[in-house]
């Protein structure tokens, strides 16, 4: 045998022997026993065995990783490859060191024992993280594995939203309206042609940061005036569209009031107080 050393050749009773293999190098070799090699006590010749294979291997497995994903993502099922460079045994979710997961809807599947499909369904918005630590699974051999490392991806399944702020307040005004619209994400900047006007015109429309904008609302015409924020028109990074803000409504009155005076007296009176 070519790079194999044999030794320690012990009897371990009549019929049965024991000897040492050493491999020089991580190899596949065989062993097997020619016929006539040894005789019982009648003489007659042993038979030959057949050829036992092995496999020695002292390398440990290594891992990288596909990440399927991107982040940040509102994507329920988080998905990622783990490619080892032999069969392993023993990969579980809980091996993965994962948070923010939902243990029981997510999984891993493999055909080869060599290649996993991960997919981590997360119990919540923020991050959802995972790491491969060092000896985590051993490959047919009984060597851990290497360590991989810690990711992280961000995931937010929340749409944005948005709510309206007033000066004056209302619902009853003179004249124009002062508007605050602030938002409870971060997202796509927005424009006067996605909200719904009713009776009135925007003007003075500014975006004050990444979430706040200011715009000045006239009404056209006596009456009742709204602004509403439309369904579907901006996304958060996370790629969900927004929701529909409630109608922020007022009912706009420039007639001034007017008096009249009545008495029960005439023009010319004796009576004190006046009636």
Do not use: C
């Not at 958060?236 to 929701?243: F, L, T, V, Y």
């Amino acid at each position: 045998m070519l790079n194999v050393t044999v030794s320690d050749l012990t009897v371990l009773s009549y019929n049965r022997y024991q000897v040492l293999l050493s491999p020089a190098r991580d190899m596949t070799f065989t062993i097997s026993l020619p016929e006539g090699v040894a005789t019982d006590g009648a003489g007659n010749l042993s038979t030959g065995t057949g050829i036992r294979t092995f496999h020695y291997d002292t390398q440990r497995p290594t891992v990288t990783q596909n990440i399927l994903t991107t982040s940040p993502t509102n994507v329920a099922s988080i998905q990622f490859e783990l490619h080892f460079s032999e069969k392993v045994k023993n990969l579980s979710y809980y091996n993965l060191g994962i948070t923010n997961g939902d243990v029981v809807r997510s999984s891993i599947t493999t055909t080869d024992m060599q290649n996993y499909l991960v997919t981590i369904v997360p119990a919540g918005d923020g991050n959802v993280t995972w790491s491969l630590v060092d000896n985590t699974v051993q490959d047919e051999a009984g060597n851990a594995s290497v360590a991989l490392g810690s990711f992280s991806l961000l995931y937010d399944g929340t749409r944005p939203s948005g709510t309206f702020m007033s000066h004056p307040v209302g619902p009853m005004v003179n004249g124009e309206v002062w508007v605050k619209l602030t938002m409870n994400d971060d997202h796509d900047i927005l424009d006067e042609a996605d909200f719904t006007v009713k009776n009135a015109t925007v003007s003075m429309f500014i975006q004050t940061n990444s979430r706040v904008y200011d715009m000045k609302l006239t009404p056209i015409a006596p009456g009742a005036f709204s602004i509403q924020l439309n369904e579907n028109v901006t996304r958060d990074a996370g790629g969900n569209w927004n929701m529909a803000s409630g109608e922020l409504a007022f009912n706009y009155d420039n007639v001034p009031p007017t008096a009249t005076l009545a008495t029960t007296a005439g023009a010319v009176t004796r009576l004190s107080p006046y009636p």
